[in-house]
């Protein structure tokens, strides 16, 4: 069968990334001065915490075996990614994923979920996973939170690689990781993820990865239970789908990436994984994910205003 047409990822239409098929792009309900207040985030989830460093520091470890580290950078350099199911997370995902979308409900992006350490957590667990594969690594920053709503005809990020070829190495390893958790159940209905492995992208770690050349069946659809991660370097070709609207459910999500420590930064700012960022510095973080992707032109003059001052 005939391999997609060639067509440039700079030049696709970019339809995705407009208005509220992409993302709930509203005015912010909260004004600069409740943003800022910590008291004002209790009543979207109750319990959580912010700021609570001892307990981010204490938290324990998810193990990778020698053997499963070995298994798993296989799969990384062959197909570009791995899905892992069944991690005892020690965090109540479910209430994770309410927060998510109570923060969505009241008119901010959901990235905002972040300003909670429980989104902060799964990568301190991770360590001895992204030490395993990246050895010294860094916290880049960029990090994102989703709540693709089926009733808004709600669609994830289109056809992108990260970084592209240049964060591989030589031998095929990745210089940086992605990772994907779902907080929700993920199906093409509620729109998971996509990915194009490895293995079936011809123009995979070449200076063309810029170029689409793939056989359209080698598209891999990844639905996920809630609490199942996906890592993927970043030079792999992925997507979210587009919602239905009979799922019966928003697909939540979340996500954060890593890098080598012994490489220039990707970002203009790398963080210490080991350190959790204080109230204002996370405000500070969340307002440059908004500020720094490309849709951020799409967003309301209200949304880009708070992020400045939160960024300033």
Partial sequence: MPAASPASLAEAPRGEWRGAAFLCIVAPMLTFEEITTRETWARFAPGFHIGDEARFRAAPALELGANRREELMGQLVFDGYFQESGLDWGLDVAAMAAAVRAVSAAGLLPVFAF???EFWLPFRKLRLWYAGLLG????????WAWN?????GDVGWPP???KGHYALAADGTPKALTTWIALSRAEPLNGCMYIVPASCDPVYGTPSDNEIRFDLQSVRALPAAAGDVLMWNQSVLHWGGRTAPRATESRVSIAFEFQRADIAPYNKVVLKPDVL???EA???LIAQQILQYPHARTFDAATLAIARRLAG
């Fill in 282 to 284: 996370r405000l500070a």
């Fill in 115 to 117: 300003v909670f350490d």
């Fill in 160 to 162: 992108h690689r990260d």
């Fill in 136 to 143: 010294d690594y860094a916290f880049m920053p960029d990090f």
């Fill in 148 to 152: 693709l709503e089926p009733r808004r």
């Fill in 277 to 279: 960022p204080g109230f």
